[in-house]
């Protein structure tokens, strides 16, 4: 348990002051632990007391109208974690009479969780010996051991949970997955790591190789597409059109401005030629247009998009906007939206 110990050391040092840190409400850890999945702290700190304010326990947020959870993560990208959070807390309700579950596998059977955060929750809630693995840990353990696993396989995956198991103090197992997670965090990060001053020096093979900055070693390199999103931002008589999204697609359940989605760039000229927009101002009277934005580029995990906005008012009410959801203009500000959408709308009222 030597290299726990020293992990424990080392972080009764030099760990963050943060506000998860100080609670021992699971409901609170797990909103932290979500919220941190995709985010950084720095960017997080602030949602998550902002959320918390909002939502302080799991009855407020299972009461809550989806629209209104998603307003409260607005910003914090991959929304689907903001979904699985209020089903989740509906579970709670209704699975265990509104109290958070203590055991692991029921834990990890709430709506969006999973092995890694169940862990996390029942180790630094109630000290239960189950490791955590995530991306810090998986860079300390492959550069601890010189790991040549890929961690993007089933194999890596598995070779990772028995290796963090086998280093973890089970008697500390709260203290020890924060320690492991902070030290990724703050000591052995992912570029230029200051080998020079860290306490497992001595039992770092990747420090031996004299290339640490090698491992973690991944088999796949993410694909990413490109998609070009043409905004419309119609007015009339001081009503805007907003549209729900749904499916399978990106930002499920927030609302954007009417959208035409193109296959290859297209400047507004070309943009007027396709039948998505003719439908949409076929009957619509004169228009007056301005380019509010345009050749803005958004980047997601798998995506890149460039986007942009246009303002349109009309001269009659089209038919065709009745597909959307009309709302007056000043109104738009209520409803939760992308981030790039949002930046838009900051824009405009400049």
């Known amino acids: 348990m030597e290299i726990s110990d020293r992990l424990v ?6 760990k963050r002051d943060l506000p998860w840190r100080n609670s021992a409400d699971p409901y609170i850890i797990w909103i932290s632990e979500i919220i941190l999945q995709q ?5 997080g700190m602030s949602y998550f007391l902002h959320f918390t304010k909002r939502f302080p326990d799991v009855q407020s947020l ?9 307003k409260y993560w607005q910003g914090l990208g991959y929304y689907s974690r ?3 959070l209020h089903a989740a807390a509906r579970q709670i309700i209704e699975l265990y009479d509104g109290r958070f579950p203590t055991e692991y596998k029921e834990v990890l059977s709430l709506k969006g969780v999973g092995e890694y955060t169940a862990s996390a929750i029942v180790s630094f809630v109630w000290n239960q010996p189950y490791p955590v693995v995530d991306g810090n840990v998986f860079r300390v353990l492959s550069r601890l051991f010189a790991l040549g696993t890929p961690i993007d396989t089933s194999k890596g995956k598995k070779e990772y949970t028995e290796l963090a198991a086998s280093v ?6 709260g203290l020890h997955n924060q320690a492991i997670m902070e030290f990724g965090a703050l000591q052995c990060v992912p570029q230029n790591p200051d080998c020079g001053v860290c306490p497992l020096q001595d039992k770092c093979a990747g420090f031996a190789t004299g290339t640490p900055q090698s491992f973690p070693v991944k ?23 907003l549209n729900r999204r749904s499916g399978n697609d990106i930002w499920k359940g927030l609302y954007e401005l009417p959208l035409i989605e193109t296959e290859m760039p297209a400047d507004f000229t070309r943009l007027q030629q396709t039948t998505a927009f003719r439908r949409l101002f076929g009957d619509a009277g004169k228009l007056s247009i301005s380019i509010e934005l345009s050749g803005i580029k958004h980047v997601l995990s798998h995506q890149i998009l ?7 008012e ?3 009410k089209a038919p065709a906007l009745d597909s959307y959801l009309e709302i007056p203009d000043n109104n738009i500000g209520n409803y939760a939206v992308p981030r790039l959408v949002q930046l838009y709308l900051a824009e405009m009222l400049r």
């Open 219 to 241: 088999q796949n390199k993410t694909k990413t597409r490109n998609r070009y999103f043409h905004y419309l931002h119609i007015l009339y008589e001081g009503k805007t059109w």
């Open 62 to 70: 299972a009461n809550a109208h989806e629209d209104d959870v998603l």
């Open 168 to 173: 973890m103090n089970p008697e500390k197992a």
């Open 306 to 312: 460039y986007a942009s906005f246009y303002k349109i």
């Open 39 to 43: 985010t950084r702290v720095a960017q």
């Open 314 to 316: 009309i001269g009659n």
């Open 82 to 84: 903001a979904r699985n």
């Open 9 to 14: 050391d080392w972080y009764g040092t030099h």
